[in-house]
């Protein structure tokens, strides 16, 4: 008897931080298949280290806006397991923190161009893998940042940030939306200690981010473990499981 295939996933933005966090929890579950994405892999250390030793972890060269790189990840992905079971759309940025005064219209392109367009881009090419899973799932990690129903509570002056994960969360929705079988949601990682999320809270006064990697990635996890389209999809999830207003 054959054994079943496994579970493939897809993290982008693997090299560090929560990408590297998701792809080291992943790589501990049976039967799974990684594919870690990183801009650069010949200088993504941590995660070739881990690839080496895991044995389940493809490290594949993607930046998030290259359609031509997203073309060649969907081949791969195709080549080596047929089908793609979650997606985890992690990979962005956070380089401006700015007001609207001023903010330039640099800082705002390159944000959606990343944070919004990127994970479009890569639905685009994976979504005929989705559809060959049983129970395919679309995760986009968003910031509260870009909840409306919070923004005016909020003392970040992230306007291109900001704007760049509402119009990710508008996107990931739509994808639920036109694919009937798919589970499309976002999530918020919460204020995490990686290098963009120590940056932040600095910002606001704090010595270092109050969530780790480890716990905010596992919150997660634990939301899609238990995650089905009728229950889940077009929702917007804190790490923690609590549902936050869009």
């Known amino acids: 008897m054959s054994s079943a295939a496994p579970t493939t996933y897809l993290v982008t933005g693997a090299n560090q931080g929560l990408g590297l966090g998701f792809v080291t929890a992943l ?65 962005g940025i956070a380089e401006a923190n700015k007001a609207v005064m001023d903010v330039t219209h640099t800082d705002f392109v390159r944000h959606i161009e990343t944070n919004a367009w990127g994970p479009i881009l890569l639905f685009q090419h994976v979504q005929p893998l989705l559809a060959k899973s049983a129970s395919p799932h679309f995760v986009g990690l968003t910031s509260i940042l870009g909840s409306l129903g919070t923004v005016s509570s909020l003392p970040a002056r992230s306007t291109a940030y900001g704007a760049s994960k509402a119009a ?37 006064g704090f010595e270092k981010a109050p969530v780790t990697v480890e716990d905010s990635v596992a919150g997660i996890l634990r939301i899609l473990d238990q995650a089905k389209r009728e229950t889940h999809g077009g929702r917007f999830f804190e790490f923690t499981g609590k549902e936050l207003p869009w």
């Open 27 to 91: 790589s501990k579950r049976p039967n799974t298949l990684i594919f870690a994405t990183a801009r650069n892999p010949d200088k993504a250390d941590d995660l070739n280290a881990l690839a080496a030793e895991a044995k389940n972890i493809e490290v594949v060269k993607f930046e998030a806006t290259s359609e031509n790189e997203a073309v060649a990840l969907a081949k791969i992905v195709e080549e080596k397991a047929g089908k793609l079971d979650v997606v985890i759309a992690n990979a």
């Open 168 to 204: 990710l969360s508008y996107a990931v929705l739509k994808m639920g939306q036109e694919h009937p079988n798919l589970d499309a949601w976002v999530v918020h990682p919460g204020l995490v200690q990686t290098r963009m999320g120590n940056r932040a809270a600095s910002g606001l």
